[in-house]
């Protein structure tokens, strides 16, 4: 297969937006002095921001990312992606620093500030973080950035040094001049301050910050970027910019801001979705020290307090009747499975279509085998619960949230309060974790909290203990799917019947337009849709009901795939063991037009041992996923003794294209795996009469150190397209971890969580 | 009228006995390394130390401590849990392993961490499965943990294999 040179095949879709290179890139200098490279990440949100929000034109420039170098050669790298664990904190600065050749420890890095950059422009910096996208998308970008501000440091000198700009170079935060002799005496450990004109055949050297102001003032340069082969930086392990932060207590989340004056917020929610306030009394609340006031909103009662324990006694202090609303409208867990069992017997919209299932089905003696597959809603429940603060000054409001799309939050909150987009000033601290919680398409709990500061006319920072989060809503929906099956003489597949039943993630939110076709929500079906496995099915279809229920839903890591892949790979599996075949020769059949997915079962399978003898009591399970532009292949070994699972290790592999940071894909596959085995083997979100059952993490379980295996990555080696690891290390655990329990049990586990009564 | 020690330092605080020492230190204080995160000592995200102990600070009510060193994890960044600097030797090799990812249970974890080197110098798997199987974490780096502990003591070859 042609090698793909990744710094070609990687970039932006430029295509679509018409970019010439002052669209998005500007350069100057900023208050204070130094030099700013602002450059524009084109992203569909920011154009669906400038649709949605009053007063914006769509053509002013709009930095939402910068590169500053200043004159004591620090390099402030702006970041237009939030960190929430993934690790674009170092890796985008890891773009950026290959070429530019800046002293790596002098990088400071930083969210895009609030909303308004007095340097360049009026109008709110944007920006939106998701979709494993980061890195892939903001390649090509962010070594430009780099690139441009090298060129301009070097054109500097050059021209102070009048010499020519090729017989310069760059390393390590100076530009450094080689005489024609040939003789560099720039060494950065060097002794003679560079910017001295010396003359005699010696070389010469510039710090960066002696030349920031003279560079500011040059027009912007065409670059020209570095060849991977030429690359120090992409491709090699770095040890994680904001770890020093995060390991003594000073890295500043939402959670942790404070201020003089700012109370905090406690919500009292109703116990159903939907359900509202008929009457409170607030007296005992008001009595308890440090509550300085009860405000009621939409979304329930908040209590306003000096700190959060006195917020939280005083909820506890109120007495609430609740309009429940009519019982039989809410959701009941057990009622729901048995609708949409129902409606899984009957046809639905036709998403994927080959040849005619049904006449197919039809005209087999047998085999046909019929499955039911069930999957739970989950929540996503980061570390750190919800939390907004909100300071409402006249036309102004300022926020601070960690969030994924600050961009959606200031739409929302400007066309709330009536006022210009650009009045809304969003921080961004540090994200506690998200896995798309975070990135609310409502933008739910910011609302809460600007509503409440509006009603109360107080500054406030609202605060979501655990329970509230976990009864909160915006789950990963629940999914029923049936499946039928016509097996071909060679145990292969011939025909297949897949229905879907679930609500939509995307109808009525900013993206429905772009994911939601004739009725249809692509995340409802990803995954069974375009799944290597049926392209060799000559009569198949995916079909899909879409239910509306009262329970909010919202993308969760890896999104549909987190449901798809499960049902995927433990019925090819078992299907290969019907047809008496291995699973991982099974599946090396079906998958044989499609090497990337190839590559990483046989990778995996390799480091695993696969098909060699275990220790006894060892059993082995595999599952490979395409999900992001990522292919994963997860085996999982494992033994069932006294009614426990104890999972010893998981081997994974990836083929991500072109790992930037290796080490920082190995710890998101080994995130994603935890992520993943966790919600397989304990996550259940369930509702009687409407009403969540789990509160915390004593029944919304997590797994814990000593639950965890030893999880081996590997990266396929290569250069192919680019794609994510967020999000693509979680579908495959799922199916891996059941299929290894057949293995060691003779039992078919089709709903998760995996249950022990349903094993032994 | 309470008087507590953190970190050396001493604070009279006006606060009602049973608040828990979670919110002291993080709304009265103002030191907010120690994380809240479940409120019922079940993710242990807000471990301190008290007299050198770990424990919950979410349930530990405020006049429990008094009388007390407590230690948090900004004091642990100063050397407050001894000579032996363990705990700025658990930070080094956090940042060796990569530990890290959202970072907000990492106090927690290395509190936790501080406190078994202290008693065990030489921690085995198991000892490390029984001291930090109280502390959540979502993004997985359970292993990474593990690792660093190993680190820590000096085992650099240490854990799975």
Known sequence: ?760 | MITITVNKKSYAVDVSPSTPLLWVIRDIIGLTGTKFGCGMALCGACTIHLDGEPVRSCVTPVSHAAGKQITTIEGLSEGADGPESIGKRLQQAWLVENTPQCGYCQSGQIMSAAALLHKISQPTDADIDTAMSGNICRCGTYQRIRKAIHRAAGNKEGGLP
């Open chain 1, 1 to 760: 297969m042609k090698k793909k040179d990744p710094a070609k095949d990687n970039g932006q879709q430029k295509g679509n937006l018409q970019l010439n290179r002052r669209d998005f890139l500007k350069t100057g200098a900023f208050v204070g002095g130094g030099l700013v490279i602002a450059f524009v990440i084109p992203t569909i949100l920011k154009r669906l921001a400038s649709q949605h929000a009053a007063g914006s034109s769509g053509e002013v420039f709009t930095p939402n990312a910068f590169l500053r170098i200043g004159e004591d050669d620090q390099i402030q790298i702006i970041l237009s992606k939030v960190e929430m664990g993934q690790g674009v904190w170092t890796t985008l600065p890891m773009l950026m620093a290959e070429e530019l050749d800046c002293d790596w420890s002098k990088i400071r890095v930083e969210h895009s500030p609030p909303g308004k950059e007095k340097d360049f422009t009026e109008q709110p910096i944007l920006k939106s973080t998701g979709g494993s996208m980061t890195t892939t998308s903001q390649f090509d970008l962010y070594r430009e950035a780099g690139a441009t501000a090298r060129t301009m440091l070097v054109q500097a000198a050059a021209k102070r040094w009048g010499v020519s700009p090729d017989a310069c170079h760059t390393e390590n935060g100076y530009v450094i001049y080689r005489d024609p002799a040939g003789n560099n005496a720039g060494h950065p450990a060097g002794s003679n301050a560079g910017g001295k004109d010396s003359i005699g055949g010696k070389g010469k050297r510039f710090r960066y910050g002696e030349l920031v102001a003279e560079a500011s003032k040059l027009p912007v340069p065409t670059v020209k970027l570095r060849e991977p082969k030429e690359w120090k930086i992409i491709g090699k392990s770095q040890r994680r910019l904001d770890s020093p932060e995060k390991v003594n207590g000073q890295a500043i989340f939402g959670i942790d801001i404070r201020f003089p004056g700012l109370l905090i917020a406690v919500v009292a929610h109703p116990p159903v979705f939907g359900g509202k306030v008929r009457t409170f009394d607030a007296t005992k609340a008001k009595l308890v020290p440090g509550v300085r006031e009860v405000v009621q909103m939409s979304s329930g009662i908040a209590v306003l307090a000096d700190h959060y324990w006195a917020a939280k006694l005083g909820r506890d202090a109120l007495t609430i009747d609740w309009d429940l609303g009519n019982t039989n409208e809410h959701t009941d867990t057990k009622r729901q499975w048995e609708e949409y069992r129902k409606l899984s017997a009957t046809r639905g919209l036709v998403t994927q279509q080959k040849g005619e299932v049904t006449k197919a089905l039809g005209k087999m003696s047998s085999p046909i085998i019929d499955r039911e597959f069930r999957l739970p809603y989950l929540a996503h429940s980061p570390m750190e619960p919800l939390n907004c603060t909100v300071k409402l000054e006249g036309d102004k409001c300022e926020i601070w949230a960690g969030t994924q799309s600050p961009l959606l939050h200031q739409a929302e909150v400007a066309g709330f309060l009536g006022i210009k987009p650009e009045k809304v000033l969003l921080h961004t601290p540090f994200l506690g974790g998200s896995f798309g919680r975070r990135g609310s398409f409502q933008s739910d709990w910011v609302m809460e909290a600007v509503r409440i500061a509006k009603i109360s006319g107080r500054v406030i920072k609202l605060v979501w203990s655990r329970e509230d989060d976990i009864k909160g809503g915006y789950y990963r929906p629940a999914y029923l799917h049936q499946v039928r099956v016509g097996i071909g003489k060679d145990g292969y597949p011939v025909a297949w019947q897949h229905r879907i039943v679930g609500q939509s993630l995307f109808v009525n939110t900013p993206l429905e337009s772009m994911i939601v076709q004739k009725g249809i929500d692509y995340s409802s079906v990803d995954g069974v849709q375009g799944s290597p496995y049926l392209t060799s099915v000559p009569d198949h279809t995916v079909e899909l009901h879409t239910t509306t229920l009262d329970v909010p839903v919202l993308p969760w890591r890896s999104v549909g795939n987190s449901h798809t892949a499960f049902v995927m790979e433990s019925l090819i599996d078992e299907l290969a063991f019907m047809a008496g075949k291995d699973p991982v020769d099974y599946r090396i059949v079906l998958l044989k037009e499609h090497p990337r997915h190839l590559a990483a079962l046989k990778l995996a399978a390799e480091k695993s041992d696969w098909g060699k003898p275990l220790p006894v009591g060892r059993f082995q399970g595999v599952a490979v996923h395409g999900a992001m532009g990522s292919f994963v292949c997860q085996v999982v070994e494992l033994s069932v003794t006294d009614r426990k699972i104890r999972i010893h290790r998981v081997v994974c592999a990836i083929d991500c294209g072109l790992a930037v940071n290796p080490d920082g894909v190995r710890a998101q596959m080994e995130s994603g795996i935890v992520f993943g085995l966790t919600a397989a083997l304990y996550g259940e979100i369930t509702l009687e009469n409407g009403q969540i059952k789990q509160s915390n993490f004593h029944d919304y379980r997590m797994l814990r150190m000593n639950e965890m295996p030893f999880i081996e990555v590997q990266l396929v080696p290569g250069t192919e397209k680019m794609g994510g690891a967020g999000e693509p290390g979680v579908p495959p655990i799922a199916p891996a971890l059941v299929n290894a329990l057949f293995a060691a049990t003779g039992k078919r586990i089709r709903n998760l969580p995996v249950k022990m009564e349903e094993l032994v």
